[in-house]
């Protein structure tokens, strides 16, 4: 059950867009479409922002968006703001097991 | 309000057993299957164990496999982590998550973290 692959940190300006990669095999990001990513910002528990590879929990903002392309799964922030600055982490679900990504952390510049 | 009280975390020596518990509330607990996620300090979210909503269906990593139980009690709305042969590399703040919805599985509440500690 090897970790999915996030780069370590990305970072943007206020108002610029950043995309997070999340490299799987087709054993899980490539075989599921049970995707998701969570914020986590410090001394907090992890947040769901993206389910089903691209759909939003009611209450998270229209500027987090996610894909998936064969074996890697995305997620897009546009319109960077302060608070979006944390690690995020993919998810990936099959039956019997779930594994998440090594986690990126986001600065906002 | 859905709330997820994690307890039972502590100091520990190496081979020693320890048990967490996470106390649901504001949900009706015996529809969702629930997991524990554990977070090594400075380091990423491990999924460690789910369990489905009659407690019939327990999974785990493979990093515990053997060593931890998962085990649930709906008449008293309480998951439980039995966690045996600890190591060094089991320290980390674990947390109970609960599904979003029955059958759909993404974690839409977690509780407060309980830390535990692996060290002699």
């Known amino acids: 059950q090897s970790a999915l692959t996030q780069p370590a940190s990305v970072s943007g300006s206020p108002g610029q867009s950043i995309t997070i990669s999340c490299t799987g095999t087709?054993?899980?990001?490539?075989?599921?479409?049970?995707v998701s990513w969570y914020q986590q910002h410090p001394g907090k528990a992890p947040k769901l922002m993206i389910y089903?590879?691209?759909n939003r929990p009611s209450g998270v903002s229209n500027r987090f968006s996610g894909s998936k392309s064969g074996n890697t799964a995305s997620l897009t922030i546009s319109g960077l703001q302060a608070e979006d600055e944390a690690d995020y982490y993919c998810?990936?679900?099959?039956?019997?097991?779930?594994?998440f990504g090594g986690g990126t952390k986001l600065t906002v510049l | 309000e859905v709330q997820l009280l994690g307890s039972g975390g502590g100091l520990v020596q190496p081979g020693e057993s320890l048990r967490l518990s996470c106390a649901a509330s504001?949900?009706?607990?015996?529809?969702?299957?629930m997991s524990w996620v554990r977070q090594a300090p400075g380091k990423g979210l491990e999924w460690v164990s789910s369990?489905?909503?009659?407690?019939?269906?327990?999974y785990y990593a493979d990093s515990v496999k053997g060593r931890f139980t998962i085990s649930r009690d709906n008449s008293k709305n309480t998951l439980s982590l039995q966690m045996n042969s600890l190591r060094a590399e089991d320290t980390a703040v674990y947390y109970c998550?609960?599904?979003?919805?029955?059958?759909?599985?993404?974690?839409?509440?977690w509780g407060q973290g309980t830390l535990v500690t692996v060290s002699s």
């Open positions: 998550a609960k599904y979003l919805a029955p059958g759909i599985p993404y974690f839409d509440y």
């Open positions: 504001g949900f009706t607990f015996s529809n969702y299957v």
């Open positions: 369990i489905t909503n009659s407690g019939a269906g327990t």
């Open positions: 087709s054993s899980d990001v490539g075989g599921s479409n049970y």
């Open positions: 089903d590879v691209s």
């Open positions: 998810n990936s679900y099959a039956p019997t097991r779930m594994v």
